[in-house]
């Protein structure tokens, strides 16, 4: 029996038996209120599952408390059982995430006919719709288009095309049904029956045309998402749809709309004909505080234009739900009332995250067979490591599990660009630290010991599926990349104590360390860009002392940088690194290089050169926060001097640098 297997055990005997904790069955008051033509609607979505089905995590081979399907599914029973009539959809990125989506994907391969892991889960919960994510594409067309036909509820995407898009979206030869109309039917508060006919749309980003370039180009196109809408919404109200829900796999951003925006939830509920908006892709909780302050979102009351909206988390942590009272009119239905919510399976007890259910059985045993090759696969060793792997202090110094990524892009890019006509140039490298705290919590850092390597170390150190790719620019373009990269930190004011260091708006994977130069980041500057790349003080500039070889940097010398596909093609909107600069488009993914070069070195030595380090600042000093497991490791961190300073916010470590 595996851990996870046995865990479910376990736990129900720790819950006594509480199979719906958190949720016993109390009527939503919509259900009671209800009366003579009016009904209770009950919608509720999961988002970004990530292939978690289990509340496992395989990259530290552990069961957990705050993720995975099975333990939604709890949630979403318990809710069903709230209300008269519900609906169950999920918002797209299923496919990807984590390695029992690699194990699939790379390892057993779909043949005609299987059934991809989630999508048994998810099968098994009765859903009656869903959309594509960005992630559903990082395998290729073909894989996906297999995986889709294991699913026993329709998936839509309005934004997706076959060749080159039309002159009007409802022309395009869309990859998918761009809706589906799901005819229900729903019970008043009188119990009498009524049909009512529910459609759902689906969007997808439309920089999956960057992201996935490998796979997507010459063969499918992608379209703005607004525009979309805006032509098929219409169309759906003709064919009789009582209610419309989009489920935007898209996150909600401020601000004016633009053409093609990557994140256009807010943009999106404000087209006519919309009722409601299930949202995701940002792996946050609406409605909660992370959109506080944004013009015409209501934070608290969970609305985006005054429409009804929720977001689920990420990896089955929450359940997004809206409560609709719904209203006959003439032979159809209105809108008369909402609540929205998004719904945790575990709650925070100082610096422990306990469980708010259970997992259900009938979900962990449709993906048993894959859960315990997965195990296998992931605890297959292909080599050893001398030092320590981790990344607790991957954004305050030079850190070890960046160094040897950094190390198989550079052999790997150097073998690739043999014969060339790049071959000769300096090569450098740059790599982030995916696994660094933030939003996945106090333990969601690298961190092997030393001894064997495991694929699952692998998987650990490079999270994403992405492809090697390298670009050639000027000794200009990459102190630029470096001063994008600094904005991961706060202005810090020289002679002022225990300031705190790291912005936590500033995503992890945005950090870039370039290897094969040396330099020194002034905290005392603003920095130049803003926390999705926007030119906010143009005359500033952190990086000093920029050098290659011993000397100052060159602004107009040519340097070969190695990455990955997602920076390459514009991620994270690094300036001057986009495709025009792409010399490289390796067919392997960062991952497979990484095994690739530790299973050829054998033992590897992973140790941080501190090719990086913060510009003195006398009298000043600054804190930050990690994982507690940092504490085994700080006083080996180079270039920099490290104490303990307390205990940080939900269970994070808090530490001290004296600049």
Not at 300 to 325: N, Q
Not at 630 to 644: D, L, M, N, Q
Request: aromatic share 8%; charged share 20%.
């Amino acid at each position: 029996m595996s851990n996870i297997l046995k865990s479910s055990v376990s736990r129900r005997t720790l819950l006594g038996g509480m199979a719906a904790t958190g949720f016993v069955a109390a009527m939503h008051p919509y259900s009671l209120l209800a009366k003579e033509n009016t009904a209770h609607l009950r919608l509720m979505e999961t988002t970004d599952l990530h292939v978690h089905v289990l509340p496992y995590d395989y990259y530290g081979d552990r069961p957990v408390d705050t993720a995975g399907l099975a333990r939604t599914a709890s949630l979403i029973r318990g809710i069903r059982e709230e209300a008269t009539n519900s609906v169950l959809v999920d918002n797209g990125d299923f496919l990807q995430g984590n390695p029992m989506g690699d194990f699939i994907a790379y390892e057993r391969g779909l043949k005609e006919g299987d059934i991809h892991p989630v999508l048994k889960g998810m099968n098994v919960l009765g859903y009656d719709a869903g959309t594509l994510g960005n992630h559903e594409f990082n395998y290729g067309l073909d894989f996906l288009t297999k995986a889709l036909a294991g699913a026993n509820f329709p998936i839509v995407c309005a934004n997706v095309a076959h060749g080159a898009l039309a002159s009007n979206p409802r022309d395009d030869k869309l990859m998918l049904k761009p809706y589906v109309i799901v005819e229900k039917t729903v019970m008043d508060g009188a119990g009498t029956s009524h049909p009512i006919k529910i459609g759902f749309i689906g969007f997808v980003p439309p920089q999956i045309m960057n992201w996935d370039r490998r796979h997507l180009d010459g063969k499918v196109n992608a379209r703005d998402i607004v525009s979309s809408a805006k032509a098929f919404v219409p169309e759906m109200r003709e064919q009789g749809c009582d209610i419309v829900v989009a489920l935007s796999h898209s996150g909600i951003d401020g601000g004016s709309y633009s053409d093609g925006m990557e994140n256009a939830s807010l943009h999106l509920a404000a087209v006519d004909g919309i009722d409601a908006v299930f949202t995701g892709h940002h792996h946050l909780v609406f409605p909660g505080p992370a959109y506080e302050g944004i013009p015409e979102v209501d934070s608290e009351k969970g609305t985006l234009f005054g429409k009804p909206a929720a977001m689920g988390g990420f990896w089955g942590s929450h359940l997004g739900v809206i409560d609709l009272m719904l209203e006959r009119e003439g032979s159809g239905w209105r809108v008369a009332n909402f609540t929205t919510e998004a719904r945790s399976i575990y709650k925070k007890d100082g610096r422990k995250k306990l469980p708010l259910t259970e997992s259900q059985q009938d979900v962990i045993d449709s993906v048993k067979e894959e859960h315990e090759a997965t195990l296998a696969y992931v605890r297959r060793a292909v080599g050893k490591t001398s030092a320590p792997l981790h990344s607790y202090f991957a954004l305050v110094a030079d850190d070890p599990s960046v160094q040897i990524v950094s190390k198989s892009q550079l052999w790997y890019v150097g073998e690739m660009l043999k014969g060339t006509e790049w071959e000769g140039l300096p090569i450098l490298s740059a790599a982030a630290p995916f696994k660094a705290g933030g939003r996945g919590g106090p333990d969601y850092y690298t961190d092997v010991p030393v001894g064997d390597v495991a694929i699952k170390n692998v998987a650990d150190l490079y999270l994403y599926p992405n492809t090697a790719r390298a670009v050639a620019i000027t000794g200009a373009t990459v102190k630029e990349w470096l001063e994008r990269s600094a904005g991961i930190f706060q202005q810090i004011e020289p002679g002022k104590a225990d300031q705190m260091l790291l912005d936590p708006q500033f995503p992890s994977y945005n950090f870039d360390i370039i290897d094969g130069v040396t330099y020194q980041i002034d905290l005392s500057q603003p920095s130049k860009y803003g926390p999705k790349g926007e030119l906010i003080n143009p005359d500033a500039s952190r990086i000093v002392d920029l050098q290659f070889n011993g000397a100052p940097i060159d602004p107009e010398a040519k340097f070969v940088v190695a990455t990955n596909n997602y920076r390459a093609g514009g991620g994270g909107n690094f300036p001057g690194v986009d495709d025009s600069v792409v010399i490289l488009v390796a067919p392997d993914t960062n991952r497979d290089v990484l095994v690739r070069y530790i299973v050829q070195e054998g033992t590897i030595n992973p140790s941080a050169d501190a090719n990086w380090t913060f510009k003195a600042m006398p009298g000043t000093s600054v804190l930050f926060d990690t994982g507690p497991g940092g504490k085994e490791h700080a006083a080996s961190v180079e270039g920099v001097a490290i104490e303990p300073a307390g205990d940080g916010a939900d269970g994070f470590a808090r530490y001290r640098i004296t600049l």
